[in-house]
């Protein structure tokens, strides 16, 4: 993972700090309920029950508190991923699972959300980065269960020309093509599935 810089050392200490954490505990709950454009600061303090001022101390803006939201999610997001990667059973059962630890979860989330579509659209205005980080991290741990799987079967991937790392990153740029074509939801997560599907393929015939 790239080093962080101060101003994501700052986001990362929303997971440590409990009054930070409180606050984006807080703050995710009113951007879901009332949009990224209609909440305040005054609307995050009152949630976090925490003064204006108090909440100056530790976050500079809202923006900055959205910033903070998305880095604790994808954290927790790849922690649980990595830990469903780790358990039992087939590679398929894996990576699904971890799938939706990592992605479906959140985005069940933010579309039941009816400011969803503005969230989405704020996040990739003003935390980009933070959500390049996370599917970088979230491709390096899908390819290293992969390649695992396919060590253990004896299958060389690389010879094949189908490297994990490429495996994993084409599952999450079909994942993202899907959403750019409003494929979301139930026929989202099938569609993933034949996706995992084919690369569970991959590394049991070659």
């Known amino acids: 993972m790239p080093i962080m810089n ?14 930070r954490a409180r606050i984006v505990h ?13 909440t305040t600061m005054d609307d995050i303090a009152r949630a976090a ?3 204006r001022p108090a909440l100056y101390l530790l976050f500079r803006n809202k923006a900055d508190i959205f910033r903070a939201v998305g ?8 922690v649980q991923a990595e830990e ?3 358990e039992g059973g087939t590679l398929d059962e894996r990576l699904m699972k ?10 069940r989330m933010v579309d039941a959300s009816p400011h969803g579509q503005e969230l989405i659209d704020v996040e990739n205005r003003i935390a980009a980065d933070i959500v390049a980080e996370w599917r970088e991290r979230l491709v ?10 396919a060590a253990q079967r004896g299958t060389d991937l690389e010879a094949a020309d189908m490297p994990p790392d490429e495996l994993a990153a084409m599952l999450f740029d079909v994942l993202e093509g899907m959403r750019l074509r409003g494929l979301c939801g139930k026929a989202g997560e099938e569609g993933a599935g034949r996706m995992v599907r084919l690369i569970c393929l991959a590394v049991s015939r070659l």
């Open 26 to 38: 807080a703050a995710l709950e009113v951007f879901l309920a009332y949009g990224f454009s209609r």
């Open 6 to 19: 101060t101003k994501n050392q700052k986001e990362e200490e929303s997971v440590t700090d409990p009054r």
């Open 84 to 86: 469903a990667l780790k």
């Open 98 to 107: 971890a799938l939706d630890k990592a992605l479906f979860h959140l985005t």
């Open 49 to 51: 029950k925490l003064s």
């Open 140 to 149: 390096r741990l899908f390819a290293r269960a992969i390649a695992e799987e």
């Open 71 to 78: 880095a604790a999610l994808l954290e927790q997001s790849c």
